[in-house]
């Protein structure tokens, strides 16, 4: 089975790496690009009957920094 | 005192900051990420800069769950001292130590030059040789060290006089200039400029030893 899990800064973080690619994209002619925020998505290849209880705690242990990022889990 | 310095695979610093604790009097033995436990009778425990695991995921995150470092919280929790330099203060904050997330810095740039800090704690043993409001030199060299805590954690850090430096000319976005930190029981401090590397007349001043003699002046006394 596999599982996506998508990390993103959370709501209220700055994230200037998505500011840098809102001006790029202004700069390339692309108007009205009112906000970008960046994040990852980590794919998991997991042992079949994995529960999503144990991805969670993946990312609470260590994909995400649950200080600054937020986490959604896709169970494919 | 006696010292121990961790290095992981990408770390850069080790041998700068054994050289700044020897200076200073310290004992110190370098320890390997793998090891599962801290030598006996370890006062200090000093995670160095660098790129510990190729910075992969986040800054200090691998290297967080790195068996050393359960032996580094084991320390802090017996009230044993730990600093963290650099990328050594991404992996306090990622083992949760201290309070906080470095993220990328506001400008997106790797900064690599001396700044000027404000001593704004001298509440500890790291700090305690400086006075609150001198001006330290100690150089820079990160490209993630934009301090960033909750407005509630911020609140509660300068409630408990936990920032210990602060820039006078934020090269980074840290939320209020912060540069370092101290933990509740002030004996972990996490910091992004580099004292060690201010240790030698030779090499761009000396206002790091301060740290290091006030450190080893506490344990002497202890």
Same mark, same amino acid.
């Given at each position: ?10 709501? %209220? !973080? ?9 001006? +790029?994209? /202004? #700069? ?6 009112? %906000? !970008? ?9 997991? +042992?079949? /009957? #994995? ?26 | ?222």
């Amino acid at each position: 089975m596999k599982a996506r899990v998508y990390v993103m800064l959370k709501n %209220g !973080v700055l994230d200037p790496q998505g500011e840098a690619v809102r001006h +790029a994209l /202004g #700069t390339l002619g692309f108007d009205g690009v009112k %906000g !970008v925020r960046q994040g990852k998505v980590i794919e998991l290849d997991l +042992a079949d /009957g #994995t529960s999503e209880a144990t991805v969670e705690q993946m990312c609470e242990k260590l994909l995400a920094n649950t200080v600054i990022e937020s986490y959604r889990i896709e169970v494919q | 005192m006696r010292a121990a310095v961790v290095v992981f695979p990408g770390s850069n610093c080790d041998r700068d900051m054994a050289v700044a604790l020897r200076a200073a009097g310290a004992d110190v033995q370098m320890v390997w990420h793998k090891d599962a436990a801290m030598p006996d009778n370890i006062d200090l425990v000093a995670v160095p800069g660098g790129f510990s695991f190729g910075d992969y995921l986040r800054c200090g995150a691998i290297a967080a769950q790195s068996p050393i470092c359960k032996a580094v919280v084991d320390h802090a929790q017996r009230g044993g001292y730990v600093l963290g330099v650099c990328n050594g203060f991404q992996v306090l904050t990622e083992t949760g130590l201290l309070p906080g997330a470095l993220m990328r810095n506001a400008n997106l740039k790797f900064i690599c030059k001396d700044v000027d800090l404000v001593v704004s704690s001298s509440n500890s043993a790291f700090t305690s040789g400086y006075g609150v409001g001198d001006t330290v030199c100690y150089p820079v060299a990160h490209h993630d060290g934009n301090y960033s805590i909750d407005d509630k954690g911020l609140a509660r850090i300068k409630d408990e006089d936990r920032i210990a430096f602060t820039y006078t000319d934020n090269p980074n976005g840290s939320v209020a200039d912060i540069a370092g930190v101290l933990s509740e029981n002030r004996r972990v401090l996490g910091m992004m400029p580099h004292p060690e590397r201010a240790v030698d007349a030779g090499h761009g001043g000396m206002d790091g030893q301060a740290l290091f003699r006030g450190l080893f002046d506490q344990m002497v006394s202890a």
